[in-house]
């Protein structure tokens, strides 16, 4: 049995496989998602667009406009999901663990399945992709000695 342990924010991961929490990772495939990093204004082509208003008099309202940094991000969320779910489906007895920055793994838990949801046996709701492996070794083989 390995674990799966994703590390991301909302423009970049790292999936690594273990053994054992807190030994040896390694890393099997790196992520990223240029468009989160991109600013609002080079995300957005034009403003949103105007509707008539039934009633009388000419009344016009404004399409509800999304922040573009959010879609971009649930976008790279939904296709890690997809990964997380098809290693859950291909490895039943496989453990999975979510390192990601809290807004971040929000959007990743929605889009997840319910097996995949089953094997996440931790959920750590911080940006550790910078902090280099060795480091987050030792961090996640504290977390399995509190468990």
Same mark, same amino acid.
């Given at each position: 049995?390995?674990?799966?342990?994703?590390?991301?924010?909302?423009?970049?991961?790292?999936?690594?496989?273990?053994?054992?929490?807190?030994?040896?990772?390694?890393?099997?495939?790196?992520?990223?998602?240029?468009?989160?990093?991109?600013?609002?204004?080079?995300?957005?082509?034009?403003?949103?667009?105007?509707?008539?208003?039934?009633?009388?008099?000419?009344?016009?309202?404004?399409?509800?406009?999304?922040?573009?940094?959010?879609?971009?991000?649930? #976008?790279?969320?939904?296709?890690? &999901? =997809?990964?997380? *779910?098809?290693?859950?489906?291909?490895?039943?007895?496989? !453990? $999975?663990?979510?390192?990601?920055?809290?807004?971040?793994?929000?959007?990743?838990? #929605?889009?997840?399945?319910?097996? &995949? =949801?089953?094997? *996440?046996?931790?959920?750590?709701?911080?940006?550790?992709? !910078? $902090?280099?492996?060795?480091?987050?070794?030792?961090?996640?083989?504290?977390?399995? #000695?509190?468990?």
């Amino acid at each position: 049995m390995k674990t799966h342990i994703l590390v991301a924010n909302a423009s970049e991961a790292k999936l690594y496989e273990t053994e054992r929490l807190g030994e040896k990772m390694d890393l099997i495939n790196e992520y990223s998602h240029p468009a989160s990093r991109e600013k609002r204004l080079e995300l957005v082509t034009d403003r949103p667009g105007h509707f008539a208003t039934k009633g009388t008099g000419v009344s016009r309202g404004a399409y509800d406009e999304s922040d573009p940094k959010e879609v971009e991000a649930d #976008k790279f969320a939904q296709q890690l &999901a =997809k990964i997380v *779910i098809e290693i859950c489906d291909n490895h039943h007895d496989d !453990k $999975m663990v979510i390192v990601a920055a809290p807004h971040f793994h929000g959007l990743l838990n #929605k889009h997840y399945d319910e097996q &995949a =949801k089953e094997q *996440i046996t931790h959920a750590i709701e911080k940006d550790y992709t !910078k $902090m280099p492996m060795k480091k987050l070794m030792g961090y996640l083989g504290e977390l399995t #000695k509190l468990t």
